[in-house]
């Protein structure tokens, strides 16, 4: 079984800004992986970065990182540079070797310019 | 080229009639999925097939019933439409069972 724990409803920030957003999970599956996803107002779940559970390297994507501590059940995200684009719904994600995804509550980023 | 489709995007429809939502990838992908959100975004799994086969079914009503013709689609029949129902209901895809998600774009259904 999967839990997770968004604790941010809302979270804003400066254009250009950076941000971080926080997760906290717990699971029973040794093998899993880790995501997180947007879902701007047009409702489209876009992927934004994927993490092994098993890689002890953190997972950058252009101007997203996420800050895995494994031992801890922490996922962050960080985005750097802020752009209005980035302005969406976030949800964390772990995800069994099954395939399985388990969404946060989510957490709504707000970016003024 | 759309990678998940669904269709329709939008459907509404009475209490206790019985609607189909019909997905395709064209990504080549060996498993499906669908989810539903509810109206405070809380998004759940329902379903998962790999290559036509039910690997996750959750729980969930047996009005729902997903059904996989080949790889290529899944679509989702539910009997008996009830208010509670009214949600968005969304078809994912991915390479392998731990690959990243690709989702379509969502079906809004509202049941009247």
């Known amino acids: 079984a999967q839990t997770v724990t968004q604790s941010q409803p809302e979270m804003s920030v400066q254009e250009a800004e950076t941000v971080t957003l926080s997760c906290t999970y717990d699971?029973?599956?040794?093998?899993?992986?880790l995501f997180w996803y947007k879902q701007p107002p047009s409702r489209q779940m876009i992927l934004v970065i994927r993490q092994e559970a098993y890689k002890q390297q953190n997972a950058t994507e252009n101007r997203f990182s996420v800050n895995f501590q494994k031992a801890a059940k922490s996922f962050s995200l960080k985005i750097s540079d802020s752009q209005l684009g980035d302005a969406a719904m976030y949800f964390c994600a772990p995800g069994t070797s099954y395939g399985k995804l388990t969404f946060g509550q989510g957490t709504i980023l707000t970016v003024h310019p | 080229d759309t990678a998940v489709s669904q269709t329709p995007k939008y459907l509404v429809t009475q209490m206790g009639n019985d609607k189909s939502i019909k997905c395709e990838q064209n990504l080549g992908h060996d498993t499906m999925y669908w989810y539903k959100q509810d109206s405070k975004k809380f998004l759940k799994i329902m379903f998962s097939?790999?290559?036509?086969?039910?690997?996750i079914n959750e729980t969930v009503p047996n009005r729902f019933s997903p059904k996989s013709p080949d790889k290529a689609h899944l679509n989702l029949h539910i009997n008996s439409l009830e208010l509670g129902d009214s949600a968005v209901y969304f078809c994912?895809?991915?390479?392998?069972?731990?690959?990243?998600?690709?989702f379509g774009p969502g079906t809004r259904l509202t049941v009247t």
């Open positions: 994912a895809s991915s390479q392998e069972t731990a690959y990243e998600q690709y």
């Open positions: 699971t029973s599956e040794s093998d899993y992986y």
């Open positions: 097939y790999n290559n036509k086969e039910l690997i």
